[in-house]
């Protein structure tokens, strides 16, 4: 509660002073109305060396930084207590790497839906700037982004495929 607080005095107080941070790409990947999870995932550029410290949205209970890592053949996620954007250089969260998890969903998420996002991204001076984006629902098949999650997918059932009967 106290940071959510602090969230809504820094958006209402915002200032120019801040380090550039543009964010491109914004998308969430469709879920089924039973999901209660999902990804988000963009490109984040901020001009000054900086740090994103949490995300939130109002269309779910709870939401994670989370990173993506092939742990003994599997894929495993686990959160992230904050995931640096070095200076001039674009981050990607994308499927299969660091992305932000929708958690305790409260809608259903439908293709062409526009979701908003909260980002709270600290500065090298530790201000603490509050970024609004909106991502686009997207379908879970939806083409060149979930490429890589195809491929990862395959290279998963592979791994588990040999993995029976060989060892690294
Ligand atoms: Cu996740």
Redesign the pocket.
Known sequence: MKSMITTLALAAFSVTAFADVAIKDAWVRGTTPAQKAT?AFMQITSSDAATLLSASSPVAGVV?I?T?KMEDGVMK?RALPKLDLPAGKAVQLQPGGN?V?LMELKQQMKPGDTVPITLKIEGKDKKVQTVEIKAEVRDLAAPATMDKMDKMDKMDKMDKGHGAGMKH
Do not use: P, Q, V
Request: charge should be negative; proline fraction near 0%.
């Open positions: 990804g994670e989370h993506m996620m992305h998890m």
